[in-house]
Nanobody, 130 residues
Framework: QLQLVESGGGLVQPGGSLRLSCAAS????????IGWFRQAPGKERDGISC????????NYADSVKGRFTISRDNTKNTAYLQMNSLKPEDTAIYYC???????????????????????WGQGTQVTVSS
């Protein structure tokens, strides 16, 4: 059974940093592209970053570009999201999601559409507040 588990969320002051992890079980992450999404209260879930199978291609939403870094370690079956210079508007539940290579097209990571990602984690809360 495919499973993704996020961890690393918490409460942090503005300007602080967090690193989220997305651990996969039941499948080999190497055969999937990985996306990070977030959903703030009362708002839609949006894609914020995506990484290709081997990490050679990444994409970021404008709202996090230059502050967040996506990475993956396929030997550990884990993906990461390093978040720096956090702002109160980054407060949200953060989700990782996976799309198998057979379904990946050139626009998958560029568009980060929720419907393209079939496997989802349960989410981890990130709260940025003083």
């Amino acid at each position: 059974q495919l499973q993704l588990v996020e961890s690393g969320g918490g409460l942090v002051q503005p300007g602080g940093s967090l690193r989220l992890s997305c651990a996969a079980s039941g499948f080999t992450l190497d055969y999937y592209a990985i996306g990070w999404f977030r959903q703030a209260p009362g708002k839609e879930r949006d894609g914020i970053s995506c990484i290709s199978r081997r990490g050679g291609s990444t994409n970021y939403a404008d709202s996090v570009k230059g502050r967040f870094t996506i990475s993956r370690d396929n030997t550990k079956n884990t993906a990461y999201l390093q978040m720096n210079s956090l702002k109160p508007e980054d407060t949200a539940i953060y989700y990782c999601a996976a799309v198998p290579l057979r379904d990946v097209v050139v626009t998958t990571c560029r568009k980060m559409r929720l419907a393209d990602f079939g496997s989802w984690g349960q989410g981890t809360q990130v709260t940025v507040s003083s």
